[in-house]
């Protein structure tokens, strides 16, 4: 695998597979990655959610 520098802001390296193996690297990296984030944004939307449900009980427990 090549890996060459991509002159962007901020600065990117770019991995470039050269055989098969290369690529089923690069497919496995992208598969974990994508799980990590849709775990990331499931538990980021759960906790807003939560937030959510939780806010307007305490605020009428206070206008009680």
């Known amino acids: ?5 991509l002159h962007t802001d901020p600065p990117t390296i770019a991995l470039i597979p050269e055989d098969d193996h290369d ?3 690069l497919a496995q990296m ?3 990655w994508a799980l990590q984030i849709h775990s990331y944004t ?3 939307i759960d ?3 939560t937030e959510m449900r939780i806010t ?3 605020a009428m427990k ?3």
């Open 62 to 64: 206070k206008a009680s």
């Open 23 to 25: 690529h089923h690297m």
């Open 42 to 44: 499931r538990n980021v």
């Open 56 to 58: 307007p009980t305490k």
């Open 1 to 5: 695998m090549k890996a060459t520098a």
């Open 30 to 32: 992208a598969e974990s």
């Open 47 to 49: 906790d807003r959610i």
